[in-house]
C-alpha cells in the first residue's frame, strides 16, 4: 500500500485530484465566509493568506525568490492572467446565478486544449479531446446553467475569466518545465494578486469590519485550503501531462456538490448524478489516457 501510494504520488493526476479537494474544501470556507465579508474582502484575504503563510514556510529556509528573465515574464503572465480571471470570475458571481458563473470559469479546460494547439501547431490526440468534452458536458448537466437576457456582459466576462484561467493553467505547465519549484509560482501568484485585490478592496469597501474569531477562523480555512490547491495543481501540471491534468480540474465541481449536499442538505438531481458521473468517468479516461507529455 505505501509503495503504490509512494509512486501515485510522483503522477501529475494525483496531485490535480487533491488540488480539486483543495479547491472544494475552499469554496466551503468562501461560503461560509461570504455571509459576513464583501466580495472583495474575501479575495484579499484569500490571496494575503496563502502569501504570508508561503513567506513564512519558505523565506526562513533561506530559499531565493531570484529568478531568471524568461521566468520572470512566465511568473508574470501567470499571476496578472491568474488574478484578472479570479476577478472576473467574482464578478460573474455576483451578477450571475451560481451554476452559470461556475461553468463559465469550467470552460477553461476547452480554451487550454485550443492555446496547447496553437502553441505545438499539433492537433491533440482525440482521445484527450473528448474526455474534456465529455467533463464539460457533465458540468453542464451537474449545474444545469441559465442566462437571461440582460445578463450577456456578465456572460462574457464570466467567459473571459475562463480563457483567462487557461492562460494561467498554461504558464503554470511552463514553469514546471523551466524548473521552477511549486511554492515560488504560487508565492508571485499570491503577492501579485495579495496587491491587486487589497486596491480593490480599498476602492469598493471603504468601511471595513473587524472581523470576529470565528470569522478568523474562516479566513485562516480558506487562505489554507487555497494555498494547498495552489501548490497541488502547480505539481501536478509540472509531473504530469498538460493536457490529461486539465481535464481533472473538473473534479472540483464534482467534490463541492457532494460538500453542498453533505452540509447544506442541497439536493442533488438525477441529473446531476449523471452529470457527477460522466465527470468522474471523464477524470479517469483522461488518467488512464497514455499520451506523450505535452
Not at 50 to 63: E, N, R, S, T, Y
Request: charged content about 10%; aromatic content about 12%.
Amino acid at each position: 500500500m505505501k509503495t503504490y501510494f509512494l509512486k501515485a504520488s510522483q503522477s501529475g493526476p494525483f496531485w490535480m485530484v487533491l488540488a480539486g479537494l483543495a479547491f472544494a474544501v475552499m469554496g466551503v470556507f468562501v461560503k461560509l465566509g461570504s455571509a459576513t465579508f464583501s466580495t472583495a474582502e474575501l479575495v484579499f484575504y484569500r490571496c494575503a493568506a496563502g502569501l504570508i503563510g508561503i513567506a513564512l514556510i519558505v523565506l526562513p529556509q533561506g530559499k531565493s525568490l531570484r529568478v531568471g528573465a524568461d521566468s520572470l515574464k512566465l511568473h508574470l503572465s501567470r499571476s496578472v492572467s491568474g488574478f484578472v480571471a479570479l476577478m472576473l470570475y467574482f464578478y460573474a458571481i455576483g451578477h450571475l446565478p451560481l451554476a452559470t458563473a461556475v461553468t463559465l470559469n469550467y470552460t477553461s479546460p476547452i480554451f487550454f486544449v485550443l492555446l496547447v494547439t496553437m502553441r505545438q501547431r499539433q492537433w491533440p490526440q482525440s482521445s484527450q479531446i473528448l474526455s474534456v468534452l465529455l467533463g464539460f458536458v457533465g458540468v453542464l448537466f451537474l449545474l444545469r446553467p441559465t442566462l437571461n437576457g440582460d445578463q450577456w456582459l456578465a456572460g462574457i466576462l464570466g467567459l473571459g475569466s475562463g480563457m483567462l484561467a487557461s492562460v494561467a493553467y498554461l504558464n503554470v505547465s511552463e514553469l514546471g518545465k523551466a524548473g521552477e519549484p511549486e511554492w515560488r509560482t504560487v508565492f508571485y501568484f499570491s503577492l501579485v494578486s495579495t496587491l491587486g485585490a487589497g486596491a480593490w478592496m480599498l476602492l469598493q469597501t471603504p468601511a471595513l469590519h473587524r472581523p470576529s474569531v470565528g470569522e478568523w477562523l474562516i479566513v485562516l480555512g480558506m487562505g489554507v485550503a487555497a494555498t494547498l490547491a495552489q501548490l497541488c495543481m502547480t505539481r501536478a501540471y509540472r509531473k504530469g501531462r498538460s493536457l490529461v491534468v486539465v481535464s481533472l480540474a473538473y473534479l472540483t465541481v464534482l467534490f463541492s456538490t457532494l460538500f453542498s449536499f453533505l452540509l447544506w442538505q442541497e439536493r442533488i438531481s438525477p441529473l446531476a448524478i449523471l452529470g457527477m458521473l460522466l465527470i468522474a468517468v471523464a477524470g479517469i479516461w483522461a488518467g488512464a489516457t497514455r499520451v506523450q507529455r505535452s
